[in-house]
């Protein structure tokens, strides 16, 4: 076989040589066995911990022994990026992992009661000595509330947005974007706490002969306050990341401002907006406290939001978990089951109706 031969300062290249040197895999795996092994004996044999302390410390060593392994076989150049990328791997492991922690209970305790029963009953005239009872009132009560906030706190977040980005400018746009960092953190009971002082004991009583009253609508306007800041800062962001161009286009064309943003900069927008809808969403149906303070919660069927007592899936599961009854905690974990793939579907769903849109792919 004919070799090609090249000279540089006195070394003679080859087909052989020219390729670098890798780590075997057969070396990795090797270096990753005597890790485990090694933290299994230190660990378990002195008595200090138990697996998890086992699985960090082997993960430790076989970082510093893949380091050195790998610098004698491939060059401390290949060696560094390969720990840096097994670190890389590893906390992609370790963010997974608690959420695959949450999914995996959550299936495996809330499959006890995923019947017909918990569908289509409420825990009316349910006492603690009763296997049966559902959340069908509260699964209502969720899609209502959760409904109405969206419908008040969408329009009003994108053309909060679209103020900050296409008009806004100098000191009150300053101010309203202020305001809205500032909504952003205030916990979910203040929000409960100024509907319950505004829209309960002050605005209901003139609809209700001079008595406040809870409504799910109530909690609705909770939610909503909750919902605004996340939906005006995502979608002020998704506003800013249009490129200039398309605008100048239209403008180019003749085509008004007003129309310019409606046909070409929302639909581009438009799945990242649609991302923050879904985020706020899912914040607005696991809140328990605004929907506690001017909801009440109730254990019967209530399909008028704007009149008495509602429940909630949030509410629901809080109850059950502390409720005496042996049976309870069974529902609880349904109840998060259930709430957790309602937001799974209504994103999945908000997600494919967006990738529909043309001018957004």
Known sequence: MSLIEREIPGVVMTPDNIRSKKL?????????????????????????????LVVVLGAALYLVGLSV????????????????????????????????????????????????????????????????????????????QVGLATLMAV??????AIYLVEYGR???AATVRFFVDVMTGIPSIV????????????????????????????????LAVLMLPTIVRSTE???RLVPGPLREGSYALGVPQWKTILRVV?????????????????RAAGETAPVLLVAGGAAAINMDPFAGNQQSLSLFVYQQAGDGSKFAPDRAWTAALTLVALVLVL????????????LSR
């Open 24 to 52: 075997p895999v057969v070396t990795n795996v090797l270096v990753a066995v005597a890790a485990f092994v090694v933290a299994a004996a230190v660990v378990l044999g002195l008595g200090i911990g138990n697996w998890v």
């Open 69 to 144: 392994v790998a610098g004698r076989i491939e060059g401390r150049r290949a060696a560094r990026n390969r720990t840096m990328k097994s670190l890389i791997y590893a906390a992609c492991l370790l963010a997974i992992l608690p959420l695959a922690s949450v999914v995996w209970t959550l299936i495996s305790k809330g499959a006890a009661r995923l019947d017909g029963d918990f569908f289509g009953t409420s825990m009316n005239n349910i006492g603690a000595r009763d296997a049966n009872g559902g959340a069908y009132h509260a699964i209502v009560g969720t899609l209502e």
């Open 155 to 160: 329009p009003l977040g994108v053309l909060g």
């Open 170 to 172: 100098g000191k009150f």
């Open 191 to 222: 929000a409960g706490l100024f509907i319950l002082s505004f829209w309960v004991l002050i605005v209901s009583p003139w609809f209700n002969d001079g008595q406040p009253r809870f409504s799910g609508f109530a909690a609705s306007l909770a």
């Open 237 to 239: 962001e998704m506003l």
């Open 266 to 282: 929302l639909p581009t927008a438009l799945p990242g907006i649609v991302t923050g809808v879904m985020l706020s969403i899912a």
């Open 347 to 358: 994103t999945v769903s908000a997600k494919l109706l967006a990738r529909r849109n043309k």
